[in-house]
C-alpha cells in the first residue's frame, strides 16, 4: 500500500465560485478529478471548518488540506539540486535534509523532492533500489532509490540512503530490529515538570481528522506501540528545548508523543498551539513558520559491519531558539 501525503493549500481570490475537485485537480499537478473526488468522498479532504463535497464551490481564502497518495519513483527526474552531504561511502549516503524538502516524488511534489537530488547528483546506478511490489528485495517493478526512512516535510536533519540492493535490505532490517538510535532537537511549548519524561503511548490515526495521528488506547483502532524518551537540554523563556530519543519510527511520533505530554513542538501547525513562533512577534523579530523540530544524530550499524554515528548540527531557522553553546549528544553506549 503506498503511503500518502498531506497537501495544505490557500485558495486564492480568483478561485472563488470554482468547484473545489476543479481546482484541486489545477492546484495539484498529476492529479485527476475523479481521484480528487474519491479523496474528498473518503473522507481525505478538509476545508476549513468542515469536511466538503466534491461539488462545494468555493468562496476564495479558505484553508484546505488534502491526503493524497505517493507515487512510485521509477520515473523519477534528475535535478541538479544543492545537498549537504555528511558522509558518503560505497553502500550508504548520509544527508542533512533542509525543511521545506520533500524525500519522496508525489502526486504535487514531482520535482525538488530529496530523490530527485539525489538522482541528479548520483544517477539511478549510484543508489540501492528495491521492489515494493516483491516485499523490498530486488528484482521487483516498482523501483525505489535508496530510501530506508523518512523525515516529515518542514523537519530538518540527518536522513541515511542506501547505495547498494544489499545496503537497503539491511538498513531496513536494522530499523525493524529497533538497532537504528534517532535523536530528535525540538523546542516545545512550556516548561515540562521533569528534566526527563517517557511517553509509551499507542499511536493511530486521529479518529475525527485524517490530518493527524493520535495517542490512542492499546489496540484500538490502527494503533502500534510506540515509545518516546524526552530529555530537557535547556529551559528557556516560554519554552523548553528537548532532546526526543524515538524507539519506535510511527508517523509524526515525536511531534505527537510531545504534544500528548502537554507540551507540543513550536509553530507545529497540526499538532501545536499556533503555525508560528514567537505568537506575538515584535517589528523585525525572526519568525519561525515550520515546526522546531530537528533531526540531531542517528546511529546506524553500517552493512560493512560496525556502528557509525552522525550529526546534524540545528539550522540557521532554528539558531535563535538554541542556546549558544548547545550540548553534543550524548553518544554513550546504550543511547
Not at 468555493?58 to 520515473?75: K, T
Amino acid at each position: 500500500m503506498l503511503r500518502a501525503m498531506l497537501h495544505r493549500l490557500t485558495v486564492p481570490a480568483a478561485a472563488a465560485d470554482t468547484r473545489l475537485d476543479v481546482w484541486l485537480e489545477g492546484a495539484l499537478d498529476g492529479c485527476s478529478r475523479s481521484l480528487v473526488a474519491r479523496l474528498i468522498r473518503d473522507g481525505r479532504c478538509l476545508v476549513e471548518p468542515g469536511k466538503p463535497k466534491p461539488g462545494y464551490f468555493l468562496r476564495g481564502g479558505e484553508a484546505v488540506s488534502i491526503e493524497v497518495p505517493e507515487v512510485e519513483p521509477s520515473d523519477a527526474v534528475a535535478e541538479d539540486i544543492p545537498l549537504s552531504v555528511l558522509h558518503e561511502d560505497a553502500a550508504i549516503i548520509v544527508v542533512d535534509k533542509p525543511a521545506g524538502m520533500v524525500v519522496h516524488p508525489a502526486i504535487g511534489h514531482h520535482r525538488g523532492t530529496l530523490v530527485n537530488a539525489l538522482l541528479g547528483r548520483y544517477g539511478a546506478g549510484g543508489l540501492g533500489g528495491t521492489a515494493a511490489a516483491s516485499g523490498g528485495q530486488p528484482g521487483g517493478d516498482a523501483w525505489r532509490p535508496g530510501i530506508v526512512h523518512r523525515l516529515d516535510q518542514d523537519t530538518s536533519g540527518v536522513i541515511v540512503v542506501a547505495r547498494t540492493p544489499a545496503a537497503l535490505v539491511f538498513l531496513q532490517g536494522a530499523f525493524k530490529q529497533r538497532t537504528v538510535r534517532k535523536r530528535y532537537l525540538a523546542a516545545v511549548h512550556g516548561a515540562l515538570r521533569a528534566d526527563f519524561l517517557e511517553n509509551a503511548g499507542w499511536i493511530g490515526r486521529h479518529p475525527k481528522d485524517f490530518r493527524k495521528r493520535a495517542v490512542l488506547a492499546e489496540g484500538a483502532g490502527d494503533a502500534k506501540e510506540a515509545y518516546t524518551s524526552v530529555r530537557v537540554l535547556a529551559r528557556c523563556d516560554g519554552y523548553c528545548l528537548v532532546e526526543a530519543r524515538p524507539r519506535t519510527g510511527r508517523t509524526h511520533q515525536v511531534r505527537v508523543h510531545l504534544a500528548d505530554l502537554g507540551h507540543p513542538v513550536l509553530a507545529d501547525a497540526v499538532y501545536g498551539r499556533s503555525a508560528q513562533w514567537p505568537l506575538s512577534p515584535t517589528p523585525g523579530q525572526a519568525v519561525l513558520r515550520r515546526q522546531a523540530l530537528h533531526a540531531w544524530a542517528i546511529e546506524i550499524p553500517h552493512p560493512d559491519g560496525g556502528l557509525v554515528r552522525f550529526q546534524a548540527s540545528p539550522p540557521a531557522d532554528l539558531a535563535p531558539l538554541v542556546p549558544p553553546v548547545p550540548p553534543g549528544p550524548r553518544l554513550e553506549p546504550g543511547w
